[in-house]
């Protein structure tokens, strides 16, 4: 079972830059698709951006499709999200989660292992 830390939240202000992180220990990382959702106070999680095992292949939200960057690192059994041009929509809490399989996939219940979240506040 892989176990899940983000790190690297904070409060920045709109236009600002931020890179998350997820660092993963236990089963093989690499062996995982990885995704980054968040979630905002009092709306359903939403999908951010997934990426392959060997990071060939990445979804993206459309509402952060140009802004934000999904890339792992295996070696280091990290992932990151580099977060540009933030907006204050972007406000919520940002966790990563992993599933073992090939296929990417934009829906939540299809994670099975997350991590416990870390908060990001973008300010106008």
């Known amino acids: 079972q892989v176990q899940l830390v983000e790190s690297g939240g904070g409060l920045v202000q709109a236009g600002d830059s931020l890179r998350l992180s997820c660092a993963a220990s236990?089963?093989?990382?690499?062996?995982?698709?990885m995704a980054w959702f968040r979630q905002a106070p009092g709306k359903e999680r939403e999908f951010v951006a997934c990426i392959s095992r060997d990071g060939d292949r990445t979804l993206y939200g459309d509402s952060v499709k140009g802004r934000f960057t999904i890339s792992r690192d295996n070696a280091k059994n990290t992932g990151y999200l580099q977060m540009n041009t933030l907006k204050p929509e972007d406000t919520a809490i940002y966790y990563c989660a992993t599933r073992v399989s090939s296929i990417l996939t934009i829906t939540p219940p299809l994670y099975d292992t997350w991590g416990q979240g870390t908060p990001v506040t973008v300010s106008s």
């Open positions: 236990g089963r093989a990382f690499s062996s995982t698709v």
